[in-house]
């Protein structure tokens, strides 16, 4: 969606975009209380919920950033993403998808990210990138 608004010189609002197709996505008191570690059980539920919007805020802000930075650049219609093949049984609680970013001109980055099966469906709880040119 992303790019086919960009190849077509749309504006695209990228905050809007990230809180309507990403956010609802993410299991932000999951990931919060695993980027706290075990200093969370420490923390009252206000200073939860506080934690959990802040972070929120940063995710959607870094996330905003990197794909704003990716709208200025020349879109590589070559770029693709591998999903890797699922290994889970049909009654699995917890996956990890795997995928594989290709780029052009520039090293693979390796996405997986933990999704758990919960109330509200599937939502990612932890996300991991590795690879991608040095920084």
Sequence with gaps: ??????AAGERTDVAQL??????????FPRMTSLAVARNWRLASPEQQAALVAEFRTLLVRTYSGSLSSYR???????????????????????????S????????PLTIDYDMQNG????????????????G
């Design 18 to 27: 990230i809180e309507k197709k990403i956010v609802p996505l993410i299991d």
């Design 1 to 6: 969606m992303l790019s086919r608004d960009f």
């Design 72 to 98: 200025n650049q020349e879109i590589d219609r070559n770029q693709e993403i591998d999903y890797r093949a699922l290994r889970a049984a049909a009654a699995d609680e917890e996956v990890v998808v795997r």
């Design 119 to 134: 109330p509200g469906g599937w939502r990612v709880s932890d996300v991991r990138i590795a690879g991608g040119e040095p």
């Design 100 to 107: 594989l970013v290709r780029r052009f001109g520039a090293e």
